[in-house]
């Protein structure tokens, strides 16, 4: 009963050291999507993928790039760390594009 | 664009009150979906509701209660007798129908705290 998993759950990065942010789920969900919380702002959607092959920006992209490896993997990558990448990072997945997202326990991201 | 305002930044109660989160939003389109979440001091995101644009039913599920109001483009959230394990950041979310994922647009969501 995983749902959705997100490794690892805490992260401390140097500025400009890159790394990748891991996403799986198990519900056979088509759509998924990576997005960050910042303190009061809410969550905004940094990318999404509708299905199997096809990725696209959301709100707020720019300093990531995304891979959907297959129907079950989505992964985030920060290339060069910056200090105003520091916040907690959720991967979601969905059975349609609108329909009731599952979230991941988050990751926890500091970058000094 | 699409934007949700969430109207209380924190709301302070004690328990056993009554007390309703309010939610407004903006949208072009004439189809969509309305969500609540609860975000506990654990962190995780906790699905509470969605709701279809079509259907302005009111819902109630045991202590909680939406109001959906179309013509005045807010979704209301309203716990009865609270209690302290409410006591969380709740988040009102937007989404569209067709075109594919393109995902949800929050609120900056309302931290409510229950006192005993």
């Known amino acids: 009963n995983a749902g959705v998993t997100q490794t690892p759950k805490f992260q401390v990065l140097k500025t400009g050291q890159s790394m990748t942010l891991q996403c799986a789920q198990d519900?056979?969900?088509?759509?998924m999507y990576w997005y960050r919380q910042d303190p009061g702002m809410g969550l905004r959607l940094i990318y999404y993928?509708?299905?199997?092959?096809?990725?696209d920006k959301g709100e707020v992209p720019n300093g990531y790039n995304v891979s959907r490896l297959n129907k079950r993997e989505f992964s985030l990558r920060l290339e060069s760390a910056a200090p105003s990448q520091t916040s907690v990072y959720f991967c979601?997945?969905?059975?349609?594009?609108?329909?009731?997202?599952?979230f991941g326990q988050g990751t926890r991201l500091t970058v000094v | 664009a699409q934007k949700v305002t969430q109207v209380q930044t924190e709301i302070s109660v004690v328990e056993k009150e009554d007390v309703t989160l309010d939610c407004v939003y903006e949208?072009?389109?004439?189809?969509?979906?309305l969500f609540w979440y609860k975000q506990p001091p654990s962190g995780e995101l906790v699905f509470l509701i969605r709701?279809?644009?079509?259907?302005?039913q009111n819902e109630i599920s045991g202590r909680y209660s939406w109001n959906f109001q179309k013509s005045t483009s807010s979704f209301n959230f309203t716990i009865t007798a609270s209690q302290v394990v409410d006591s969380a950041v709740y988040f009102c979310?937007?989404?569209?129908?067709?075109?594919?994922?393109?995902?949800?647009?929050f609120g900056k969501g309302t931290h409510l705290i229950i006192q005993p």
């Open positions: 979601a997945s969905s059975p349609t594009g609108v329909g009731k997202a599952f």
């Open positions: 519900m056979n969900h088509n759509s």
């Open positions: 993928s509708a299905s199997e092959g096809t990725t």
């Open positions: 949208t072009r389109d004439t189809t969509y979906y």
């Open positions: 709701r279809n644009s079509f259907d302005e």
């Open positions: 979310a937007l989404s569209f129908v067709g075109g594919g994922a393109d995902g949800l647009t």
